[in-house]
């Protein structure tokens, strides 16, 4: 259908995107080439707030203004954090929601490294990672087979390409179907969340490790403090938490 001269041209990666522009996920605008994303144009990028400190060290929400007294955050108030410090990287919402959205449902892998750039442009995220060990959120066997893949996974090996003291290992298993959380209370979610993991089998932890369990989204905190909990009762010492996006 095509000559030789148009397929060694599209081999070439500008000559390409310039015959087959790539298009915003968010605006629907073609991406320029100048742009700092692939998939995401300078100005919907300029729509993703990202999260500066001070910041609420149970969810990493931020407090906006001059904190005086007690910080306590309204988003996280009624979590007893069994982790020491959470990450978020931004509010998921507009361009961030279209990215995360494409990686889950639409089997969108091509968008995880503009996710994973927009999360190293957020203060101390390398920092944050730096000597730890990244251990995904696990799908339950089902979802995960219906899926193909664990997004969580994909963003925790994207994340440790970058850093290069991080290392990715999948300690928990799911052990029960929990569903869909996306209409579930605050103290549903908590409910539903309760022995819903373990360790897997043949796993010992080492409590001088650093562990920081990775989400792509952080609603009322229960996933991950699930998670935790069963990290820390099975001998970690040091949990922290990073999710991308806070709902």
């Known amino acids: 259908m095509f000559g030789e001269g148009f397929l060694s041209l599209v081999t070439n990666k500008d000559a390409f995107d310039l015959i087959f522009p790539r ?3 968010h605006c629907g605008d073609i991406v320029p080439e100048q742009s700092k994303l692939l998939y995401l144009c300078p100005d919907c990028l300029r729509e993703i707030e990202l999260f500066k400190p001070p910041n609420c060290r149970t969810c990493g ?3 906006y203004g001059i904190v005086v007294g007690s910080r306590s955050c309204p988003h996280c108030k009624e979590l007893d954090p069994s982790y020491d410090m959470g990450r978020t990287i931004c509010r998921l919402d507009g361009p961030m929601r279209g990215l995360v959205h494409a990686l889950k449902y639409r089997a969108g892998s091509f968008v995880l490294s503009d996710i994973v750039d927009i999360a190293f442009m957020a203060t101390g995220i390398e920092e944050f990672l730096n000597e730890s060990i990244l251990v995904p959120v696990p799908l339950h066997p089902i979802r995960q087979w219906k899926r193909t893949f664990n997004q969580c996974e994909l963003i925790a090996e994207e994340l440790a390409e970058r850093v290069s003291s991080c290392k990715v290992q999948s ?3 799911r052990t ?3 569903g869909s959380q996306t209409r579930l209370s605050r103290q549903e979610r908590c409910r539903n969340m309760q022995d819903a993991f373990d360790l897997k089998r043949g796993i ?3 409590p001088d490790t650093r562990y920081v369990v990775v989400d792509d989204v952080f609603t009322t905190g229960s996933t991950l403090n699930a ?11 040091n949990l922290d938490i990073l999710a991308l996006g806070h709902g």
């Open 23 to 25: 298009n915003c996920l």
């Open 61 to 63: 929400f931020p407090f």
């Open 171 to 173: 300690l928990l298993r």
């Open 176 to 178: 029960r179907w929990t």
């Open 204 to 206: 010992s932890l080492n």
């Open 227 to 237: 998670c935790c909990s069963v990290l820390r009762r099975f001998g970690a010492t």
